[in-house]
């Protein structure tokens, strides 16, 4: 690794992952790829009427990602939304150029991500968009989640003619046009379920001609697609082509399937191999904290056995020591890592520099995916400038002020970093030994470990900026009244809701707080009261420590609270581990031997020994309702206002540092 500038040297980064690679004449500083990631700025735009995406392209380029693939840009018309930028008409030619001169500027090199979904107009702007297909078909079985990120423009898909498959190859008009923009490189995805992939796969493609059957006549469209390219925009124009290495779906593409096709595309003369596992239909983990990290590399290192040009792993790869070590190892020649530049944009920088105590990182909450399923601008958690990089800069205070802080969660760590880091002097009083507030508790059920990170890099800004810290002290109104700092920041989160429910507090009785931080212990059979992330997670906590778990849910349906990127692998988890859900059922008395609930207008006994309350949460809040008069600036952020995610906190915290 260079070591320049007194960088210090990192546990684990060699020289791999920093060490320059070329695909074809294109080449790379390092081995970091952001890739095609949709985050819907391009329909959103800022308080000076600017469209986001530059500014978000330019800080991802700015810290140092090797290369940058954007996308998923619409090739065929229609696009999916019309107010979206695509690069299937020369209209969006002005809005591609300035993205790629905010990325070439900044020091990165740019792909454009030519997308080829399942819907096509034959006769263009003049005519209705059909859903498309090889054989018609139905890709979704009973109990799929939906595919949220493809607009059906019909119910149906119709099998596409010979003729028609010959004319979508044709329009590769959308390659000449990325070239034009000043894109240097081109990718081409068969995967997740497009119009590409479901050729390539037995799963959909069930063709009797000569784009059907053999793996060559199921690769024709790919092969003579990439063949039509290469005319129309240069040979010399890098090709990536991206291939799920597995499709994850029942009689879809395997690994095996992935190897006998890897040699075809590169005999075609593609620059690199791109490896994305899964459809969006998938029923599995891809994205979330339940699929470890690393976890889809040993699909590269497959790929990489049969062909001879780079080869690219993606997914779950938050971790530059972990990208250094699949890299160093063989298995991959370069890494992935959109989500963690997402939190951390300029994570490549830190590494280079020796920083990586000061690197974000992503923790695969998955609430990125969830705005975009819900048609928002894409958000992280830990990262509250995202999408909001023109607006969010930190600048220096014109004033020095005495900042205090009540809470050390995320919320408030958030507030004090900001503040001072604009040169206020900054006091964080937290009433527990420890610094984390409620991702202390977050952290403690399965698959949730990711979380420490948040809390290690929040520790940690609290040393670097020199912060005071006053853990196991509280912080009341007479210290305020006493020393009369400048402003005081209230986050002092939330505590849980007692429903008023006959025996609720009876000895058999303990909050879900109370059961994951082990301050109380259960019996064998439990019943839950309460399905909202809080109330899954603790039955999933409890049945893995053997308990016989029933959650009771007054609501229609079990979980609603969830984000829908992870509230179905919470039920199928729930469903695999045995834990026993009944919605429609108010509590309505709690005994020594179990509990009552009203379902269907009967009254329903359910027997267990330890009844756990996971009821939601209320506001804590015990400063700023006391203070007559306050002498200083009050703010009030995260749950201490209205419980919500660690997001809100964190955003709240964020833009309250910036008022201080």
Not at 149 to 167: A, G, N, Y
Not at 415 to 430: C, I, P, S, Y
Request: charged content about 25%; aromatic content about 6%; proline content about 6%.
């Amino acid at each position: 690794m260079d070591n320049k500038a007194g960088n210090r040297p990192v546990p684990g980064i060699e020289n791999c992952l920093f060490k320059p690679i070329v695909l074809g004449r294109l080449k790379l500083n390092n081995r970091i790829v952001f890739p095609a990631i949709t985050t819907l700025y391009d329909e959103f735009y800022d308080l000076h009427g600017d469209e986001r995406s530059e500014y978000f392209y330019a800080e991802v380029a700015r810290g140092g990602a090797g290369l940058m693939i954007i996308g998923a840009l619409q090739a065929l018309y229609p696009g999916r939304r019309e107010n979206r930028v695509a690069i299937n008409h020369d209209k969006y030619l002005l809005e591609l150029k300035r993205w790629v001169r905010a990325i070439r500027d900044n020091g990165a090199r740019v792909a454009a991500q030519l997308a080829v979904w399942n819907y096509w107009a034959p006769h263009g702007y003049d005519s209705t968009p059909e859903f498309v297909s090889p054989s018609g078909v139905v890709t979704a079985p009973d109990g799929y989640p939906q595919n949220f990120d493809q607009e059906h423009f019909v119910t149906t898909s119709r099998p596409l003619t010979i003729d028609e498959i010959k004319r979508i190859e044709d329009e590769v008009a959308a390659a000449v046009r990325a070239r034009e923009a000043g894109f240097e490189a081109i990718e081409l995805p068969a995967v997740s379920g497009n119009l590409i992939s479901r050729f390539v796969s037995p799963f959909t493609n069930k063709r009797t001609d000569e784009y059907g059957g053999l793996l060559e006549n199921r690769l024709r469209m790919l092969l003579e697609t990439i063949a039509a390219i290469q005319r129309q925009a240069g040979y010399d124009l890098p090709i990536i082509c991206r291939i799920p290495g597995e499709d994850m779906m029942p009689g879809g593409l395997t690994l095996d399937d992935s190897k006998a096709i890897a040699p075809y595309i590169e005999k075609a003369g593609v620059q690199a191999i791109s490896i994305m596992p899964g459809w969006y239909e998938t029923r599995l983990p891809r994205h979330q904290m339940a699929k470890p990290r690393g976890a889809f590399a040993y699909l590269a290192e497959g790929i990489k056995q049969v062909v001879g040009i780079p080869v690219c792993t993606n997914m779950r790869i938050n971790d530059p020591v972990l990208a250094e070590s699949i890299i160093s190892r063989g298995k991959a020649d370069l890494a992935a890592m959109g989500r963690a530049l997402l939190a951390d944009p300029e994570m490549p920088n830190k590494v280079r520099e020796g920083r990586l105590d000061e690197v974000r990182y992503c923790v695969a909450c998955c609430t990125c995916y969830e705005d975009i399923a819900n048609h928002r601008p894409c958000g992280c958690s830990v990262n509250p400038r995202l999408g909001r990089e023109a607006l969010t800069r930190i600048k220096p205070a014109s004033k020095k002020r005495r900042v205090y802080v009540a809470g050390g969660g995320p919320g408030g760590m958030e507030a004090a970093r900001v503040a001072a880091l604009r040169g206020h002097k900054v006091t964080l009083f937290e009433k527990r030994a420890f610094l984390g507030g409620q991702l202390l508790t977050a952290i403690l059920p399965p698959d949730k470990r990711e979380w420490q990170t948040t809390i290690d890099y929040y520790r940690h800004q609290m040393r670097q900026l020199k912060i005071t810290i006053k853990t196991g002290q509280v912080l009341t109104p007479e210290i305020i009244k006493r020393y009369k700092p400048d402003a005081v920041i209230i986050a002092t989160g939330a505590s849980p809701t007692i429903p008023e429910i006959p025996g609720i507090t009876g000895q058999n009785t303990a909050t879900a707080i109370e059961i994951l931080t082990d301050r109380k212990t259960s019996g064998l059979k439990v019943v839950i009261i309460g399905s909202g992330l809080v109330g899954c997670e603790t039955a999933l906590f409890l049945s893995k420590r053997g308990k016989h778990v029933t959650i009771l849910e007054i609501l229609e349906e079990i979980g609603l609270d969830i984000g829908c990127h992870n509230r179905w692998l919470v039920l199928d988890t729930m469903k695999a581990a045995g834990v026993n859900t009944v919605s429609r059922a108010k509590v309505v008395e709690v005994t020594g031997s179990g509990a009552w609930a009203e379902i269907d207008g009967k009254r329903v006994f359910f027997d267990c020994d330890t009844v756990v309350i996971a009821a939601g949460m209320l506001p804590s809040d015990d400063i700023s309702g006391k203070l007559d008069e306050p002498k200083s600036e009050v703010y009030r952020v995260g749950d201490c206002v209205s419980a919500r995610r660690v997001r809100d906190a964190i955003s709240e915290g964020f833009m309250t540092g910036l008022k201080v």
